[in-house]
């Protein structure tokens, strides 16, 4: 299966999506997955400081058989029994010399996007053929947007509990209820220098049909626009997702 996930900043997919492929390569003894990342830079930032505490820290991927059996961990290979995970840079040699069963590309929009067509080829002789791409999209059509586009479009719904009307709240002005402020075209004018005139005890994220305050903390349901479409699985995280 293909996922893309079209993300904001900093909501933490990379060490969810990095626990995700090490519990499968966990899992599944004798597969090898690639995590991919778009520069050289980024590669050995994350390998460091992320991926290497967090096998350290759980005893599920740092098991005493891991380290009586010496196990390689080094910043490009980490072994887990059988299974392999290789983080590489997204660079052609890379995208070309492995085979892998769980294929991740962390964000797509500031890879090389020939390279990222080439790491699909790496999955090609696998039984499993897993797909995950995410990104903070940056041009409309390109890269992640563009994968989103032909995916089934998951949008994160939350329902009302006065009316009853699921929606998608977003960061604009038919969703917010900010008292105090002047009449602004955009949220996006909203300035440093505004911030004595908000009640901010007041405001909340409301209700696009009957304009009374949503409840962010209940849990919402995952809805796909276009359930057909099986083999791609889209998912957009907004700011109240």
């Given amino acids: 299966?293909?996922?893309?996930?079209?993300?904001?900043?900093?909501?933490?997919?990379?060490?969810?999506?990095?626990?995700?492929?090490?519990?499968?390569?966990?899992?599944?003894?004798?597969?090898?997955?690639?995590?991919?990342?778009?520069?050289?830079?980024?590669?050995?930032?994350?390998?460091?400081?992320?991926?290497?505490?967090?096998?350290?820290?759980?005893?599920?991927?740092?098991?005493?058989?891991?380290?009586?059996?010496?196990?390689?961990?080094?910043?490009?290979?980490?072994?887990?029994?059988?299974?392999?995970?290789?983080?590489?840079?997204?660079?052609?040699?890379?995208?070309?010399?492995?085979?892998?069963?769980?294929?991740?590309?962390?964000e797509v929009d500031l890879s090389n996007q020939k390279i990222l067509a080439l790491f699909g080829s790496r999955l090609q002789n696998s039984v499993h053929k897993i797909s995950q791409r995410f990104s903070t999209p940056t041009f409309p059509n390109y890269g992640i947007d563009m994968n989103w586009q032909s995916s089934d479009q998951h949008y994160y719904m939350i329902r009302c509990p006065s009316c009853g009307f699921a929606q998608t709240p977003e960061f604009e002005w038919k969703y917010l209820h900010i008292p105090g402020l002047p009449d602004l075209e955009s949220v996006h004018d909203i300035q440093n220098t505004h911030r004595e005139l908000i009640d901010m005890d007041s405001c909340y994220v409301k209700c696009e049909k009957c304009s009374k305050p949503l409840d962010l903390t209940q849990k919402g349901e995952w809805v796909s626009k276009?359930?057909?479409r099986s083999d791609s699985r889209g998912y957009r995280v907004s700011p109240f997702c």
């Fill in 226 to 228: 276009y359930p057909s």
């Fill in 1 to 106: 299966p293909n996922m893309d996930v079209i993300k904001i900043s900093q909501v933490g997919l990379t060490e969810i999506s990095l626990r995700k492929m090490l519990a499968f390569l966990v899992r599944n003894q004798g597969t090898s997955g690639i995590f991919s990342l778009p520069t050289e830079d980024m590669f050995e930032r994350v390998s460091a400081s992320r991926i290497k505490p967090l096998i350290a820290s759980d005893q599920v991927f740092n098991t005493e058989k891991d380290r009586v059996n010496r196990s390689v961990r080094s910043k490009d290979m980490m072994q887990f029994g059988n299974s392999f995970l290789y983080v590489v840079a997204a660079i052609e040699t890379a995208a070309t010399s492995t085979p892998a069963d769980i294929l991740m590309n962390d």
